[in-house]
């Protein structure tokens, strides 16, 4: 026996044991409450960083004559290009006009995370250079979501850890978008890790919606939808694994476009789950109307594209598919049976099929088939690690406030999130155990591999069956609503992620706007299955009157400029 042993009795040694345990506990706190206090300090300075050059750039663009600015910031993009092309414009002019009605519609909606400081020097040289102004996008300034590398600016996906790392080099898109003359002059807000139709983050914090801002303007591509559609900028891009260029076009009352995935690249982009070729990305434009996303995809579709990613189809725009005047059979919905849509969701359907008929197409009824199956799949392909992956990313960093279920829940220990889901109605029931992953096996992922190609192959059996050629639907199930609304209901994401399952090229087109009659046909809203997500669509909508609502147009794989055409006819014959 040990001298201690001999001198203290078993009562004196557990007690020693039980503070020691207290105090380590403690110093763990200690420590954890340092480095989060380390953290928030890092992001506030990063944002005050941002800001001040905001200050700056706004400062010095003011030098520039505003009647000029006003004239710029009133043209068309291809006006505007034109003008440049003839020299007509400066360049440099049509720059800073830009940068100054971003960095003013920032300061009210958030939308704004960065201003390129080399976009003047770019178009400077662009100016001086030789044989420049047949360049497609000749002298027009482009955003792009904060996720995309441009050299020099950091990429943070809203962690706080990547603060402080600026990209090495541009990414493949922005290369290309320079080659055709464009200016990337700003980087835009986005949801942290992109995992969220909101728009919030702990580094450059919350956007608001270009018609209100204490609604959410969708995401995850938040800060282009707002910034494209408070008018500070033409053109952008943005990123799409389950909606996120749609989600926020039509929100935000722009359009956007999800394209085939990889009909342009992606390398030099942060992604939701890099890695992972269950779920993937696509890479995309948002603009101010359709012309204005057929210029950009008619440009970087081009060879240096093709040369510069390998994995890039060398597919060329199609202008005989976009301009032709074929009459086409287009299929229709305006309920996927998963989540029924708003009543000003489904206006804004029959409103688009009806310009089509007056098109002289044919619309053609469609019914989904087994979409709960296909969230399922779904759902438990974004979450085959059970949040793994992400949570580690998350634990080192501070966690978002649109994020904090997520998280919390990725924590449960398996028991734990059987018990809880007990408690649940059946869709927030299978949502939360999905969610938290169950078997990880790689026999259960190849499954759900399998599971979603049967899918695909019966979605798209049913589509020929009736002689399709494209398809019109909801963008969205609600329209823009009060900040926080759509955090934490995955089944919103029916309508948009089927389509990244499918790898259907898919648009959103503005249609119209929130009406007193949408809302008051609210009372009599239901939903399929009367739970808790269904009454909280219908309660957190009550108030969006004026917001606008676009219309999700989808075309087969491959036929982005078919998608093109339709949205584009809807656009025209709701102008008239």
Known sequence: MSELAKHCCPRKVGVVLVAGIAVYGAAIKVREWERKKQLLKKASEKKDLENAIIQQELKQSEKYDEEERNKILNMKTSELIRAAQQGELDPVHILRAYIHKACTVTQKFNSVTGINRNAENDAKQLKNGNNNTHRPLYGLPISMKECCDIKGMDTTIGLVNLIGIPAKEDCVLV???????????????????????????????????????????????????????????????????????????????????????????????????????????????????????????????????????????????????????????????????????????????VEAKEALERAGHELIPFHVPRIADAMKILISLFFADAGEFNQKRLKIDIVGKRLENLYQQWGFSDLKCKLLSMFKSPRPRQDMLLHKGGDRSTTRLWSLARDGGAFVEHYTALWLNLNLDAMICPAYPVVACPKGGISNVSAMASYTALYNMLNYPAGVVPVTKVNQKDIEALENYKGHYQDEWDQHIKEVTKGSIGMPVGVQCVAPTWQDELCLRIMHEVEEQLKK
């Open 175 to 349: 290369k290309v978008l320079k080659h055709c003359g464009a200016i990337p002059f700003a980087k835009t807000n986005l949801p942290q890790l992109m995992f969220s139709f909101e728009s919030s983050n702990p580094v450059y914090g919350e956007t608001g919606n270009p018609h209100n801002v204490d609604f959410t303007p969708g995401g995850s591509s938040s800060g282009e939808g707002s910034l494209i559609g408070s008018g500070g900028s033409l053109l952008g891009f943005g990123t799409d694994t389950g909606g996120s260029i749609r989600c926020p076009a039509h929100m935000s009352g722009v359009c956007g476009l999800k394209p085939t995935l990889n009909r342009l690249s992606i390398a030099g982009l942060g992604n939701i789950l890099p890695g992972s070729n269950c779920v993937t990305t696509s890479v995309g434009p948002l603009a101010t109307d359709v012309d204005t996303l057929v210029l950009a995809m008619r440009a970087v579709l081009c060879p240096l594209m093709f040369e510069l990613d390998r994995t890039v189809p060398p597919i060329p725009f199609n202008d005989e598919v976009y301009s032709s005047k074929k009459r086409l059979r287009i299929g229709y919905y305006l309920d996927d049976g998963y989540i029924e849509p708003v009543p000003a969701v489904k206006r804004a359907v």
